[in-house]
């Protein structure tokens, strides 16, 4: 492993091949960030919030103007800017791992850890941000029930109608349809894409939705080539992301036995991110053997691992729904992809 003279750091150029390693594996599963408006920190900044500009609308100028006769100047609108503040934290991981270790694995051990990682803060911006977006105050709950306790005792799950009522809501709204979304890459930019409102929803949802009228599968469309990433169909106006981290709120309803899915449906600007892409949005910190001086004095171990900066605030709530379901299908199975052992 380089480093820099007797400093315990990583050269210049090993950072940057492990920063955009650790970079590619953390942004695969970023279904969240691809939708909001991305916000970057400034490199020194130490700041501790982020903020976004939300434009309040003009009304219609329905009054025909008159002829000017050196008197009747029209009273200027002004544009009303809203700074919408949030904070921001540093969030991060890392792994021990040893000089024999080390020894016997040099070729594969940054490269298997950094992997390893990579998931683990996918999974951890994800999640900060789908609790945010989770958390907000306009909600539908499925097939005209009245609360989430009506929705858990009776199974009700999403409706065609459901659809039409959410795409009512953002049109009144004069929520804009997306046409570009953030790339699912490392880079920083967007990709172009039909206009549509979108949705997050579960695995399990997904099922349920598939037995709707009007729902097309991603395969059938004839732009298939130009799905987003993680897109299982559309129904209505909504094109449907399928996110393996939106997991069921449990133990709802009378009986307290039931699983209720949060599903999120939006449109463009309904929230903002902080996005790891960019310069230090995410980094690695890797401590060489012997890195530590005399806490180590048998160079005997070493760590890797990864630090962040991340945050999620809604930006409109007319433009972001939460739908509340039960899905018809669920898998028991324990999850096993975490090891506490």
Not at 80 to 104: A, K, M, P
Not at 130 to 150: E, I, K, P, Q, W
Not at 206 to 219: F, I, P, S
Request: aromatic letters at 10%; a negative charge; one cysteine or more.
């Amino acid at each position: 492993m380089a480093v820099q003279g007797t400093t315990g750091k990583l050269s210049a150029k090993i950072q940057a091949v492990y920063d955009r390693k650790l970079l590619k594996r953390a942004v695969d599963n970023q279904v969240f960030d691809m939708f909001g408006v991305a916000k970057s920190i400034p490199a020194n900044s130490n700041t501790k919030k982020a903020f976004a500009y939300r434009y309040k609308n003009i009304l219609p100028a329905t009054t025909v103007l008159a002829e000017y006769d050196g008197t009747n100047i029209k009273t200027e609108n002004k544009i009303v800017r809203e700074e919408v503040e949030y904070e921001v934290g540093h969030y991060g991981d890392y792994i021990v791992y040893s000089d024999e270790l080390d020894l016997y694995d040099l070729d594969n051990i940054q490269s298997s850890f950094l992997d390893v990682l990579g998931d683990q803060a996918s999974l951890t911006i994800d999640t900060i941000r789908r609790d945010v977006l989770r958390g907000g105050t306009n909600v539908l709950y499925a097939d005209g029930s009245l609360d989430r306790t009506a929705v858990a005792d009776n199974a009700k799950t999403l409706t065609e109608n459901d659809f039409k009522i959410m795409a009512l809501k953002l049109k009144r709204q004069r929520g804009s349809k997306f046409k570009k979304v953030i790339s699912g890459t490392t880079a920083i930019g967007t990709t172009p894409v039909r206009s549509a409102y979108m949705g997050i929803i579960s695995p399990e949802v997904t099922e349920d939705l598939r037995n709707l009228a009007g729902w097309k599968n991603v395969e059938t469309y004839s732009d298939y080539s130009k799905a987003i990433a993680d897109e299982v169909g559309s129904i209505g106006d909504f094109r449907i992301i399928e996110s393996y981290n939106n997991d069921p709120i449990p133990n709802q309803g009378t009986s307290a036995d039931t699983n209720v899915y949060l599903s999120l449906f939006f449109a463009e600007n309904a929230y903002a991110t902080v996005t790891l892409r960019g310069k230090n949005g995410i980094m690695t910190k890797v401590k060489p053997l012997g890195s530590a001086g005399s806490q180590d004095p048998l160079d005997q171990y070493g760590t890797i691992g990864w630090k962040a900066i991340t945050g999620c605030a809604i930006l409109n709530e007319a433009w972001l729904i939460r739908a509340e379901s039960v899905a018809s299908i669920e898998d028991a199975t324990e999850k096993s992809y975490y090891d506490f052992s």
